[in-house]
């Protein structure tokens, strides 16, 4: 037998911040269940990663996580130092895909938002993922993906959510000036847009508030609240080759809400 014949083909390697919970959780488990190899952020919650590995385990695929705030840009360096080790353990010097998802909520009116408020958003939803991706680039292969989590809070204006959905109004423009810019080395960037999903984001509002739970059902069109696995499997869908001719999106994920 040849030699060319026992070599095995590289496995595909993705890096999602905010892997340790909700959404950042599913599609880290949607990709390992598809034969993706993880490296994933987490801020704090060392816990909850060590669940996720062992998870993602269960799939039959590999996982490292990594400690990192977002909204610390001066850690960034180190952070891709660490990364690169990552990389050398999972047989690798550079990986596949970014999912930008870790993330935090606000909720107040516009007339009450504070500096300190848009400044913490501004840090962790818009300069962190604008920065990261960029010092991650170097490791990222040629014809990679990226894809930014954004929110349907863009499209459909509820009060209370402005300086958030201003952000992701901003990561949005983002992507796709990415898509235009890094479109030269095969580069896919699309932007997901999740509806309201019962997850512990906003401290469980949309899971755990059973009237927020109706209303939201109400007004969308398939009838109910999104789930987690309604959107990993569809960020997972969008990694793959299967969509390589997307680019410069924005794809929501919403079951309809508000048309």
């Known amino acids: 037998m040849s030699i060319e014949n026992n070599v095995q083909p590289q496995r595909r390697i993705a890096i999602i911040t905010g892997g340790n919970r909700g959404l950042g959780r599913n599609t880290v488990l949607q990709l390992a269940a ?12 060392r816990a909850e990663a060590d669940e996720v590995m062992s998870a993602v385990g269960d799939h039959g695929s590999r ?10 840009t001066g850690a960034f360096g180190g952070f891709v130092q660490r990364v ?17 998802n870790a993330g935090t909520s606000h909720h107040q009116a516009f007339e009450h938002v504070t500096e300190d408020d848009l400044d913490s958003l501004y840090q962790v939803h818009f300069k962190g993922v604008f920065f990261l991706t960029q010092k991650l680039l170097p490791l990222l292969k040629d014809g990679g993906r ?18 958030y959905a201003a952000m992701k109004g901003a990561v949005e423009i983002l992507t796709r000036y990415q898509a235009k810019e890094l479109g030269a080395r095969g580069i896919a960037v699309n ?3 999740p509806g309201a999903i019962a997850t512990d984001f906003s401290g469980g509002m949309v899971r755990d508030n059973p009237e927020l739970h109706q209303r939201v059902a109400g007004m969308t069109a398939l009838g109910r609240v999104g789930q987690p696995d309604d959107i990993g499997p569809m960020i997972a869908a969008l990694l793959s080759d299967d969509n390589r001719w997307v680019t410069a999106q924005r794809i929501e994920v919403s079951g309809g809400m508000v048309i």
Do not use: K, M, W
């Open 84 to 100: 690169e080790q990552a990389l050398a353990q999972l047989g690798a010097r550079q990986f596949d895909y970014l999912v930008n």
């Open 63 to 72: 996982a490292i996580a990594l400690q990192l705030d977002v909204a610390d």
């Open 191 to 193: 932007t997901v847009a």
């Open 34 to 45: 598809r034969g993706v190899d993880i490296i994933f952020t987490y801020r704090n919650n």
């Open 146 to 163: 990226i894809v930014n989590i954004s929110s349907g809070l863009t499209r459909i204006v509820i009060p209370g959510s402005v300086a």
